[in-house]
């Protein structure tokens, strides 16, 4: 079975700062790994995904992310953030074989400081 | 269009009664999932349905019973409602042994008081 632990519940930031948003996974299997960003009172909407290849996967609105396999990480980053970044992320974790479950972390609630 | 959609947005029952959300997805997927997000935003899975098949039942009780009449639809039925059973509910969809994005609807607001 797989878990996901996001080490920060909540994260403020000013606006314009970088930041970084944090994500364990534990998996005995191979994993894919995912973000995704819930906007207040919305659904879920994927930001990005690491399935295989280049470690470093990039989003349309500037966010990126890195899998790291030695440390079992997939932390979320942006190097100048906006107020309309203000949300929930979740970070999420699928076995990479089947029609497995995602499975989400807690969630680390994004506020951007004006 | 909304690629995944769910109904009602918002509910608001007593405890004891019988209710449906229903979801309907426009995409072609052939996987459909309930999803349950508590008060602390955690989203845990429920159910995942295949082509009208149920794949995956995680530890839900009873009251709880999925019903998939195709595979663009997957409703949720609710017995005996309880205060516990206040949360968002998520549907979501994705194609078969894609390992790809699941797609979520808007989410209905289950209150029970």
């Known amino acids: 079975a797989q878990s996901v632990t996001q080490l920060d519940s909540q994260v403020p930031v000013f606006e314009e700062a970088p930041v970084e948003l944090r994500c364990n996974y534990s998996s005995s299997v191979s994993v894919y790994l995912f973000w995704y960003v819930q906007y207040p009172n919305q659904g879920l909407q994927l930001l990005l995904k690491?399935?295989?290849?280049?470690?470093l996967v990039e989003s349309i609105n500037g966010f990126e992310a890195e899998f790291n396999k030695s440390q079992t990480s997939f932390h979320l980053r942006k190097p100048s953030v906006h107020i309309s970044d203000t949300a929930e992320y979740f970070c999420?974790?699928?076995?990479?074989?089947?029609?497995?479950?995602?499975?989400f972390g807690k969630g680390t609630r994004l506020s951007v400081i004006a | 269009d909304t690629a995944v959609s769910q109904t009602p947005k918002y509910l608001v029952t007593q405890m004891g009664n019988d209710k449906s959300i229903k979801c309907e997805q426009n995409?072609?997927?052939?996987?459909m999932y309930w999803y349950k997000q508590d008060s602390k935003k955690f989203l845990k899975i429920m159910f995942s349905?295949?082509?009208?098949?149920?794949?995956i039942n995680e530890t839900v009780p009873n009251r709880f019973s999925p019903k998939s009449p195709d595979k663009a639809h997957l409703n949720l039925h609710i017995n005996s409602l309880e205060l516990g059973d206040s949360a968002v509910y998520f549907c979501?969809?994705?194609?078969?042994?894609?390992?790809?994005?699941?797609?979520f609807g808007p989410g209905t607001r289950l209150t029970v008081t």
């Open positions: 690491y399935l295989s290849g280049s470690t």
């Open positions: 999420a974790v699928r076995e990479n074989s089947g029609n497995t479950p995602l499975v």
């Open positions: 349905y295949n082509n009208k098949e149920l794949i």
């Open positions: 995409l072609g997927h052939d996987t």
């Open positions: 979501a969809s994705s194609q078969v042994l894609a390992v790809y994005e699941q797609y």
